[in-house]
């Protein structure tokens, strides 16, 4: 863990500041405790790895859970990383479903366009994957996660820094009590993490909070149920890992909506990654491929509208990217796109703003 993360972290009990018991006599902190300058609570660091929750009923849940998607890869086969470099080079791997991840990933690179330094929190970051390629780019990175294991929990993450040659903060805590400082990030990323809440809300609100005004909280990857389906309908394609007690929300796109509104995030976008910034033509046989309405007249004459090219155009195109925001004439009709969700469900890409 780096110092310079200290000045940023609350304890999760008592929302305190934390401080180090040594002094800062080195950039890198191996070993060591941190302790809240409140309520004395104490906070083990190891092999640089801060873990700071509450060791309560909840983290208790938690803790079987991370355990429960280690015995899930080991079941699988697909457990014991040594001598294997797909962590190293992920998304950009040829196996499902890292493709589509990939794909998503690199559109909302290129619709926030983080800055060097643009302070980045990773989501049940898992391996660290996002949160390495943040680093890359020149964020200033902290992987948050519930499985410090080293081959599939974010201790894995200590392998991918050394082989990129970066290096970002690694936090065992839980997501719905962030051990953070109100408005200290930039963003907020999460690629298929939110529904593994327990609540959507709560998750959603701690992300608000520790938000910046402006900041943005991101999430891709993430699964929008059709309103018709009912969680009887829907449990057999959640069954494989709620055996092995790994919590599942399944939420439906007014369950994302709300948690946006509750928090006070203003909602920028959601849609699927397929549709953004292609052509009317492809938005209609989009909709064909998945039995929706075809776009009426009136959206097709606003789309054309709005990317024809104008000094408007230019000034709202301007005006997206200096504010790192999708662009309103690249995303397809929003009450088209809610019908979508709500008929059929699928993969959401959600963009959402601090007020």
């Given amino acids: 863990m780096r110092p310079t993360l200290i000045q940023y972290l609350r304890c999760p009990a008592c929302q305190a500041p934390l401080r180090w018991t040594e002094p800062y006599a080195t950039q890198w902190i191996e070993h060591g405790e941190l302790i809240c300058t409140h309520c004395n609570q104490r906070y083990c660091i190891r092999k ?8 309560n009923d909840d983290w208790k849940r938690l803790a079987t859970e991370a355990s429960g998607w280690v015995q899930m890869a080991k079941d699988a086969g697909c457990y014991d990383q040594t001598h294997v470099d797909i962590d190293f080079r992920l998304p950009y791997v040829a196996s499902e479903p890292w ?3 990939a794909y998503q990933f690199d559109l909302i690179l290129s619709i926030i366009r983080p800055k060097p330094h643009s302070r980045v929190l990773d989501l049940g970051a898992g391996r660290g994957w996002a949160a390495k390629q943040f680093a890359i780019r020149g964020c200033d990175v902290v992987a948050v996660e519930i499985n410090d294991d080293d081959q599939i929990g974010v201790g894995r993450s200590l392998a991918l820094m050394q ?3 970066v290096s970002y903060d690694i936090l065992i805590a839980n997501s719905q009590h962030l051990p953070l400082a109100d408005q200290s990030y930039d ?3 999460a690629s298929a993490a939110l529904h593994h809440s327990t609540s959507l809300e709560k998750v959603v609100r701690e992300a608000a909070r520790i938000l910046r005004r402006g900041g943005k909280l991101v999430a891709i990857h993430e699964p929008c149920i059709a309103d018709h389906i009912t969680p009887e309908q829907d449990a057999p394609n959640i069954a494989r890992e709620t055996a092995y007690h790994i919590q599942e929300l399944r939420p439906k796109l007014d369950d994302y909506r709300r948690a946006l509104q509750q928090a006070g995030l203003r909602e920028l976008a959601m849609f699927h990654h397929e549709t953004y910034g292609v052509t009317v033509e ?3 046989a989009w909709s064909k491929k998945n039995n929706l309405p075809p776009l ?9 509208r709005n990317r024809r090219f104008s000094l408007h155009h230019i000034a709202r195109t301007i005006q997206s990217r200096f504010k790192r925001r999708p662009d309103p004439a690249l995303l397809p009709p929003q009450a088209w796109m809610d019908q979508f969700y709500r008929r059929c469900g699928g993969n959401l890409t959600l963009i959402s703003e601090r007020l």
């Fill in 48 to 55: 640089g790895i801060a873990y700071i929750y509450v060791d």
């Fill in 163 to 165: 082989q990129a040659s």
């Fill in 187 to 189: 963003i907020v990323f």
């Fill in 99 to 101: 493709p589509e991840i």
């Fill in 282 to 284: 492809k938005l209609q």
């Fill in 296 to 304: 009426t007249e009136q959206q097709m004459r606003d789309l054309q």
